[in-house]
Each structure stands twice: as C-alpha cells, then as structure tokens.
T-cell receptor
C-alpha cells in the first residue's frame, strides 16, 4: 500500500537557521507530491507541489523541495527560518492519477518550533 | 472570495447525540472531501465526492454519513456520536479530476468536535 513517512515528529530551530523537513514515500511509480503547512488553529495551505520535470520546486514563503527518485524522498527546505514559520508541516502523495478521483495520502506531520 | 467555509467552528456533543457538519466552497470545484485530524495520525480521509451526485468511502468511514447537496455543499453527519469521534474535521475541495492541478486540495478552517 502507498504510504508517506515523516520521520521527525517535532523539530526546533533557531530563527535565521536553515531548515530541512524529511518526507519519504512508498509508491511504485512516480507520484505527485505536495507539502502543506498548517498554522495553529487554521486549515492546511499548499506550500508547493511536484508533478514532473525539474526536481527542485519552489513554493510560497521562500520554501523549496527536492524530489529524489533514488531515495523516494521529497524533503522541504528553507535557507533562513522566520518566527512566523512555526507551524505543522504535512507531506502528501497522490497515489492514483489519471483516474476519476484525486485522493491524497498524508504523512503524520512535523511540528516546527522556532526559537528566537 | 471565501474559498472553503465550515460550520460550526466548535461543537461539544454528548455520546449518542447527532449532528451535521456543513461545508461549502465557492471555487466551482467538482470534488470535495472530509478528513479528520488526530494527534500523531495526520489527516485521514472519511468520505469524498468526486462530483455532484456521487460519494465514496475513504479510509475511516465508519460512524459517518455524507450528503453532496449540490456542487457547492458537502455535509458530514454523525448519527450517534462516540468519544472516539472527538477530533478536528476538515473539509477540502479540488477541481475536476483529469489534470495535475486537480490534486491541489483547498482546505476549510476546520471544526473542532468534542464528544463527552
């Protein structure tokens, strides 16, 4: 069965430091990949997505992610974290494409805390 | 442009009571989804509706029913609430299936439900 793993439940970084959040997936073919962010008390907002082509994708709020087929990974990065980036981050994969439904499978999330 | 709206934002129920969570979107999307979010488990799909007039079970449908009232509205009903249904419920929508962008889901702000 398809699955998404986010191995880090909780990460704390200092403001201004770089950030990398890990995401691994299990799927036979190249899936569509997504990162969502959830601020406290809010719904999820799409940060970026990968469908095909360039394996380094840029998103909103200065985030980027790199698809590595050999590692089945889609890690999220940011060069310099701001206090407002404190939130929970979810990786998601679309296991079936070209069909009648667009279901996503979500990872369990990584909670990011930012120290001043 | 309101996007995806959900009512109510908060609800407390006693075991055995029933209630309906409402969701509406104004983006002319064909597909709509209901998720529940529990700590450490990410988002799990309860039901989805690929298009008006169709609904299908997701990963955790037991104890829930849904109605796709029209293209805009998709409601989730708990007929006899149980403490295990204490959770945060999110509604989402996306474009018609068939294109990569149709996998981008847009989320409402959520309903926090407590069943005592």
């Amino acid at each position: 069965a398809q699955s998404v793993t986010q191995p880090d439940i909780h990460i704390t970084v200092s403001e201004g430091a770089s950030l990398e959040l890990r995401c691994n997936y299990s799927y036979g073919a190249t899936p569509y990949l997504f990162w969502y962010v959830q601020s406290p008390g809010q719904g999820l907002q799409l940060l970026l997505k990968y469908f095909s082509g360039d394996t380094l994708v840029q998103g909103i709020k200065g985030f980027e992610a790199e698809f590595k087929r050999s590692q089945s990974s889609f890690n999220l990065r940011k060069p310099s974290v701001h206090w407002s980036d404190a939130a929970e981050y979810f990786c998601a994969v679309a296991p079936n494409y070209g069909g009648a439904t667009n279901k996503l499978i979500f990872g369990t999330g990584t909670l990011l805390a930012v120290q001043p | 442009n309101a996007g995806v709206t959900q009512t109510p934002k908060f609800q407390v129920l006693k075991t055995g009571q029933s209630m309906t969570l409402q969701c509406a979107q104004d983006m002319n999307h064909n597909s709509m989804y209901w998720y529940r979010q529990d700590p450490g488990m990410g988002l799990r799909l309860i039901y989805y509706s690929a298009s008006e007039g169709t609904t299908d079970k997701g990963e955790v449908p037991n104890g829930y029913n849904v109605s796709r009232l029209n293209k805009r509205e998709f409601s989730l009903r708990l007929e006899s609430a149980a403490p295990s249904q204490t959770s945060v419920y999110f509604c989402a929508s996306s474009e018609v299936a068939g294109t990569p962008s149709s996998y981008e889901q847009y989320f409402g702000p959520g309903t926090r439900l407590t069943v005592t």
